[in-house]
């Protein structure tokens, strides 16, 4: 990053210095807004003010209307065939008079659309002036070309000061002639070289502004020349301090040239003469094409000067790195690499240029960057990317390439890119075996459910893994960043006790902690978790970190609970079997005419009674018919008349999580006839009916059991585990609604309860 910025902040002032050298004005326009903004030599080169507002109408009705259809033509061309324009033309500017500009540029697009016009406009008037003047003046072309000579060799700015103040001292015979440069800032003009005749000040000078004569500096701020031709009577020299000043310098004549840049007053070139004279217009001019000549040739030299030691400290950070630093033209030719390249190719120094680079990349990624390298350099775009390079071992390792477009600073023409290649061979094998170790763990704790979450406790920021917001039913990234999070999930009454069991660990600096708890999920499903975590304190106790793993435990709860209330209902089963028996026993007695009869129709209730056992126990995972689950329970006590049962109701599957429960309803509804109701006495009688209606969300049940004929009825005192049964478990588990009247001539039962269709979980403790 801090190359980058220094290599913008280097093309920035590339860019200042040669628009200031050519004299150019920078503009630009953007196409939506339609506003024109530039520099202000560009405002200037218009007639207007630096901080006047331009669009891009106003600045079409400065256009002369004799050229105006050239430039537009000239302009849709550009547009069309996506190329620079160039153009020369008449401008209308504001002071009325006509000017003569050059115009160049070209469009920035974003992807295929035109978003900006950038360029740069110089002023022919002022280079056609230029070439009359010297075509008028040879002397004077032959001292400037002369001066140039002697100027453009020299890469010293002091030397460069020195000689032409010596060569315009000598031209216009004069004592004394200089080159000041102005800081406002402070106050002062250093006089790094003054020479006059018979003595040259090497060890230069430093004034300050309020010693000159204030009405002099006034005229140089304004950027005009200050013209003297006799200190003696000028009018705004009478003071005897500005009298007292000249004297002292041996100056009875003079005049100085400012040199103004971005509308700063930056330096001054000033001749003295000893005696008066009149100054002509050509003299004037002269130094003042001295003095942009000696600033240009300054900035220069300072600027050459500033890339050496940029172009050696490039050098040095580019040998630095730890990477392979490059430079390659448009068309992708290698026209600079640092050493590393020639260590890690093998290849001769007077080889390691060219194309030969393209060479060493592994097909495979050649192939690849051949398309991606096509809008890359249409255009000319930063471009990053990942190939393997093969060593001089002829070994490939991967690299990375970053590589940012370089432009030219004075025309914007692109030059190339800029960029390095490192490498990450090592890394990116590290980085495979990390993603192939984390996908194996992932894999492996998607596998056994398990969740895993980090807690910082100084900050509460938790961390929950994929898995973890899966156990919780929750969407990838949706858990939050903090514990209250998870807070707002547990079961209030798991919650107090959860957090004071980690309180407590805490506070004895325990290693680790086991905790069980119940969760609500957004669906309203409750889970079980059980977590194991570890805590990491500081040398001073303080906890760290907490980090843990959590586990859904709800199916081997519900086992559990299921196993407790399968011993429960064995031991009740085994008394209400035997009921059962003893009522059957009696039934088929009272019944029977002989022992052989007695015996059939024992055996047949005996059979019936055995497939309701199984239907309860081993089929106790699969779907149970309704139907089956009523006669397989009541069939035993049907008679030879076959009027003591009736059992009415459409085909109904029930799924084993509500044909459990209900079939055990159905026992105890049966067991209890036939102990205590309707089947426990001759001419008794069961009525069972049910029927399905639409429900709000799922079709509901309505099943009733009406018992008549049997002994007189009466509200029991206690409740047994039947009824527990037939009430908590149906309207808990199922949801139902449950009605139990215990009339006189026989009970009365009913059930209203939505049919499931994914099994809800079956609690019977609950």
Do not use: C
């Not at 303080?542 to 429960?568: C, F, H, S, W």
């Not at 239907?615 to 699969?622: A, C, G, H, R, V």
């Amino acid at each position: 990053m801090a190359q980058a910025e220094a290599a913008l902040r280097s093309s920035n002032f590339k860019l200042r210095l040669a628009l200031d050298i050519g004299r150019l004005g920078a503009w630009e326009r953007d196409l939506e807004s339609g506003e024109v903004t530039g520099t202000a030599v560009f405002k200037t080169y218009l007639g207007l003010q630096p901080d006047a507002k331009l669009t891009f109408a106003d600045l079409q009705a400065m256009f002369h209307p004799a050229d105006l259809e050239r430039i537009n033509q000239a302009i849709s061309y550009a547009l069309r065939t996506k190329t620079d324009f160039n153009i020369e033309h008449r401008i209308l500017k504001a002071d009325g008079s006509i000017g003569h500009v050059h115009v160049r540029g070209g469009i920035i697009y974003e992807g295929s659309k035109p978003v900006r016009f950038v360029g740069v406009l110089q002023d022919i008037n002022e280079r056609q002036k230029i070439r009359d003047e010297m075509g008028q003046a040879q002397r004077r072309q032959e001292f400037l070309l002369k001066l140039n000579d002697q100027l453009s060799n020299i890469d010293d700015q002091y030397e460069v000061m020195e000689i032409a103040a010596r060569n315009v001292s000598k031209l216009l015979k004069v004592d004394t002639a200089g080159y000041g440069e102005v800081y406002e800032d402070r106050g002062v003009i250093i006089v790094e070289r003054e020479w006059s005749w018979g003595l040259i000040t090497n060890e230069g000078k430093v004034e300050k502004i309020d010693q000159q004569a204030s009405p002099i500096i006034e005229s140089l701020k304004r950027g005009q020349p200050a013209i003297i031709n006799d200190v003696r009577t000028d009018p705004r020299l009478r003071a005897p301090a500005l009298q007292a000043f000249y004297s002292t310098i041996n100056a009875r004549s003079g005049f100085a040239v400012p040199i103004h840049k971005n509308g700063r007053f930056i330096a001054e070139f000033y001749v003295y003469s000893s005696v008066p004279r009149d100054w002509t217009s050509d003299e004037i001019t002269l130094v003042e094409d001295v003095a942009e000549r000696t600033w240009l040739a300054i900035e220069k030299v300072r600027a050459e000067t500033k890339l050496r030691e940029t172009e050696a400290r490039f050098n040095l950070i580019a040998e630095s790195l730890p990477a392979l630093v490059w430079i390659v033209k448009p068309n992708l030719e290698l026209t600079y690499t640092n050493e590393r390249w020639v260590t890690y190719s093998g290849l001769p120094p007077q080889e390691a240029l060219g194309h030969s680079w393209t060479a060493a990349i592994h097909p495979d990624d050649w192939a690849r960057m051949t398309e991606e390298l096509k809008p890359v350099m249409a255009n000319a775009t930063p471009y990053t990317t990942e190939v393997r390079y093969r060593s001089a071992e002829g070994e490939y390792r991967w690299h990375i390439i970053r590589a940012a477009p370089v432009h030219n600073a004075a025309t914007g023409e692109f030059n190339g890119w800029v960029g390095t290649s490192v490498d990450i061979h090592d890394l990116k094998l590290t980085e495979a075996a990390l993603r192939i170790s984390e996908e194996r763990l992932s894999l492996a704790q998607r596998a056994a459910g398990i969740g895993v979450f980090d807690w910082d406790v100084p900050s509460g920021k938790v961390t929950w893994t994929a898995e973890q917001e899966r156990l919780f039913g929750l969407e990838k990234g949706t858990f939050g960043e903090d514990f209250s999070s998870w807070e707002a999930r547990v079961l209030p009454q798991d919650l107090e006790p959860s957090n004071r069991a980690i309180a407590e660990a805490l506070a004895r600096h325990d290693p680790e902690i086991n905790l069980a708890y119940r969760i609500r999920r957004p669906d309203g499903n409750i889970r079980t978790i059980d977590t194991t975590a570890l805590f990491f304190y500081d040398d001073k106790g303080a906890p760290l970190r907490m980090v843990g793993v959590n586990i859904d435990i709800t199916r081997y709860k519900e086992a559990e609970k299921r196993q407790n209330l399968l011993i429960r209902e064995l031991h009740h089963r085994v008394k209400n079997t035997l009921a059962t028996v003893q009522a059957i026993v009696g039934s088929t007695a009272r019944t029977a005419s002989s022992i052989d009869e007695f015996y059939q129709g024992f055996v047949g209730r005996i059979v019936s009674l055995a497939r309701t056992h199984n239907l309860l126990t081993e089929d106790l995972w699969q779907k149970a018919a309704l139907e089956e689950l009523v006669q397989t329970e009541l069939g035993p006590y049907e008679d030879e008349a076959r009027n003591r049962i009736t059992i009415e109701g459409p085909h109904l599957e029930l799924p084993s999580e509500a044909a459990v429960p209900i079939g055990m309803a159905i026992h105890e509804l049966t067991t209890n006839a036939a102990k205590h109701g309707a089947l426990s006495s001759f001419g008794g009688q069961v009525e069972v009916r049910w029927r399905v209606e639409p429900g709000e969300q799922r079709p509901m049940l309505h099943f009733s059991w009406v018992e008549r004929g049997g002994p007189r009825v009466s509200t029991p005192t206690r409740q047994g585990f039947g009824t527990r049964l037939l009430q908590r478990v149906l309207a808990t588990q199922l949801q139902a609604e449950v009605s139990m009247n215990f009339l006189e001539e026989g009970l009365h039962f009913s059930m209203q309860m939505p049919i499931p269709v994914d099994p809800p979980t079956f609690n019977p403790d609950t």
